[in-house]
T-cell receptor
Framework: GQNIDQPTEMTATEGAIVQINCTYQTSGFNGLFWYQQHAGEAPTFLSYNVLDGLEEKGRFSSFLSRSKGYSYLLLKELQMKDSASYLCAVRPAGGGSYIPTFGRGTSLIVHP | DTEVTQTPKHLVMGMTNKKSLKCEQHMGHRAMYWYKQKAKKPPELMFVYSYEKLSINESVPSRFSPECPNSSLLNLHLHALQPEDSALYLC?????????????FGQGTRLTVV
């Protein structure tokens, strides 16, 4: 089975930096995804980490530590449009089961 | 083309109605998914089709019936739904198999059962 934990809600100021954490416990691991979802819209892919370390993509970076079962999504130079839910999803290993399981999501509110 | 297209965008149906949700992708993806998402909750996996075969059914009630006519299309047939089935229904696709990476999501169908 899998257990994924993220904070329910975070608030931050426009222009600031925010870090959204995700911890997971899984019987097998084959990568971790971050998705962004605006209210009423579909999730959109942000990042995929399968090896330890930091992956940077513009204003967004994602970090993974497999030994600690831990990831974070770092958002820099926050903009109002970054207000959304951020979903951490873990892809299990093996058995033909490559379907990621979503955490409950972190609702990020960016204020002026 | 990196789009997953879902129709209709909104659907209101009575508990005795029969309706279908449709999903289409032209990215050559061989895995397609149906998710159900209630407000302020993450998407919950319902069904997975891999190479046009149903590979995962997450104990979904039989009033939901998936169909994959070909590798580009995925349908979800609805019959005798309950008001608690009202939700956003998301279709997604991905490459499939061992090379599977991220899933691309459609915009969803907002379903209301009255």
């Amino acid at each position: 089975g899998q257990n994924i934990d993220q904070p329910t809600e975070m608030t931050a100021t426009e222009g600031a930096i925010v870090q959204i954490n995700c911890t997971y416990q899984t019987s097998g691991f084959n990568g971790l995804f971050w998705y962004q979802q605006h209210a009423g819209e579909a999730p959109t892919f942000l990042s995929y980490n399968v090896l330890d370390g930091l992956e940077e993509k513009g204003r967004f970076s994602s970090f993974l530590s497999r030994s600690k079962g831990y990831s974070y999504l770092l958002l820099k130079e926050l903009q109002m449009k970054d207000s959304a839910s951020y979903l951490c999803a873990v892809r299990p290993a093996g058995g033909g089961s490559y379907i990621p399981t979503f955490g409950r999501g972190t609702s990020l509110i960016v204020h002026p | 083309d990196t789009e997953v297209t879902q129709t209709p965008k909104h659907l209101v149906m009575g508990m005795t109605n029969k309706k279908s949700l449709k999903c289409e992708q032209h990215m050559g993806h061989r895995a397609m998914y149906w998710y159900k998402q209630k407000a302020k909750k993450p998407p919950e996996l319902m069904f997975v089709y891999s190479y046009e075969k149903l590979s995962i059914n997450e104990s979904v009630p039989s009033r939901f019936s998936p169909e994959c006519p070909n590798s580009s299309l995925l349908n979800l047939h609805l019959h005798a739904l309950q008001p608690e089935d009202s939700a956003l229904y998301l279709c997604a696709s991905s490459q499939g198999g061992p090379a599977n990476t991220e899933a691309f999501f459609g915009q969803g169908t907002r379903l209301t059962v009255v």
